[in-house]
């Protein structure tokens, strides 16, 4: 049993696990190993305090290294499901499982949405897991949506059972070159079925008839994420000590809402921290 489990590794939950770190919490920290990878992409950060004209390559890699000079470890896996379980939550990432006294959501702002009739066949030919369901599909025909490069090992994963994948990566340059794998160029519309995914819409007015679909994405949306959260216009709701609506829940950064900036997501980390520490002393109590 874990004390938190922080979803994002970007600047609010990095503020976050190090704040949790020094009060000596037990942590699981799901996401990407290149911790505040988006930051890097900056090309000048001049509103940090104290850190004047900085590049966003030079303040992730100190992101990174403070990170590491503290002993912070990363479980890079994405959360596809958090279950609310009385005074704890199951948190299932991939094909594993753990529990944890509270949450803290960092997941920033998803870069791509869901496509037409994807969440009316979750679960009914749409997953979120390859390792999870992608047994299911062995020797038939899926399609594969993937909007990170570090996700690819599980589309390789997914062709050595199935018998043929259309792959629709949403970025350039993949890796994936295998005989039963078609990379398109297109983009998926809709995935449609008569309850069941059958087919995609494409982006050039074609079809294609699968058996499933696999969204592979860096996150997930929240309303399938954890369904219990509140939202307003696409961001959830917290209060003064970013507090959802949920006991033991917590959100920071990007995710809260506007204004989508560094210094706000650093700070709201480490208001979540200490409201968590403060949660967890007086359900000790």
């Known amino acids: ?59 992730a890699e100190n992101f990174r290294r403070h990170a590491e000079e503290m002993g912070l470890e990363v479980t890079d896996k994405v959360v596809n499901t958090i279950v609310p379980m009385g005074k704890k939550f199951g948190i299932l990432a991939g094909s594993d ?13 998803a870069a791509s949405g869901q496509i037409k009739g994807e969440a009316e066949r979750l679960g009914h030919g749409v997953s979120y897991c390859a390792t ?11 399609a594969v949506i993937c909007n990170a490069a570090r996700l690819e090992h599980e589309v390789k994963f997914l062709a050595e059972l199935v018998e043929h994948i259309d792959f629709f990566p949403y970025y350039k340059d993949t890796t994936v070159d295998l005989p039963n794998v078609t990379v398109h160029s297109t983009k998926p519309t809709e995935v449609f079925g008569d309850g069941h995914a ?6 050039d007015g074609s079809e294609i008839a699968i058996n499933g679909l696999f969204c592979l994405r860096s996150s997930i949306a929240l309303g399938n994420l954890i369904k219990e959260v509140e939202t307003e216009d696409g961001h959830i709701k917290v209060d003064r000590q970013q507090q959802t609506n949920i006991k033991g829940c917590y959100a920071a950064g990007d995710c809260t809402g506007r204004p989508y900036q560094y210094t706000k997501s650093v700070g709201e980390g480490n208001i979540a921290a200490h409201s968590i520490i403060d949660y967890l002393a007086q359900e000790a109590e």
């Open 198 to 203: 059958e087919g995609l819409k494409l982006s």
């Open 97 to 109: 499982f753990c529990e944890a006294k509270t949450v803290l959501l960092t997941t920033g702002i």
């Open 1 to 59: 049993m874990y004390d938190t489990a922080i979803i994002g590794t970007g600047p609010a939950g990095l503020s976050a696990a190090l704040n949790l770190k020094i009060h000596n919490k037990n942590v699981i920290w799901f996401g990407s190993k290149n911790i505040c990878e988006k930051v890097a992409l900056a090309e000048k950060v001049e509103n940090y305090p104290g850190l004047p004209a900085i590049s966003g390559k030079e303040l």
């Open 132 to 142: 999870c369901d992608g047994r299911l599909y062995k020797g038939k025909r899926i």
